[in-house]
């Protein structure tokens, strides 16, 4: 007997059928003589059974539908990229802002320093005041260096 297309076709829908005939039978909940729950898709004969509502599988997706769904996920992370970028340059800024007030304040006490020292100096000081001024003025400048230039 010759295969032709209409026969061709009801070999498939026969094949689909049987292939979802598993997927159809329905889900039965039972208790035995012990008071134990049993569950299964063939419930033995004699016995008090409660068919279980079955959810159906869902739709399958389109190719386009799964496509748009890439595509928005990509423009999610790309999104999500450019945000962690723009907010790391702000933190960034915000650091470096921070940092030249810290400098800013720095340099300000050395001039302070060596004008309140240059003062003292000029009515007179002991060797004890020029060794404060310097190790204060040193570790000033530590400061600036490790931190400002």
Do not use: N
Request: glycine share 6%.
């Amino acid at each position: 007997m010759p295969l032709t297309p209409s026969r061709c076709a009801r070999c498939w829908l026969a094949v689909l059928l049987a292939l979802a005939w598993p997927a159809m039978a329905g889900v039965y909940r039972w208790r035995d003589a012990d008071g134990r729950m049993h569950y299964g898709d063939q419930p033995p004969a004699g016995v008090q059974v409660e068919a279980l509502p079955v959810d159906p599988a869902p739709p399958p997706r389109s190719a386009a539908d799964a496509e748009r769904r890439l595509l928005e996920d990509a423009d999610r992370r790309a999104a999500d990229t450019a945000r962690g970028r723009s907010e790391a340059r702000r933190r960034e800024a915000r650091a470096e802002a921070e940092r030249e007030r810290r400098c800013s304040r720095l340099d300000e006490r050395r001039r302070q320093l060596e004008t309140g020292f240059a003062e003292r100096r000029a009515r007179g000081y002991t060797m004890a005041q020029e060794r404060s001024y310097r190790s204060r003025l040193d570790a000033l400048e530590r400061e600036i260096k490790s931190g400002c230039r």
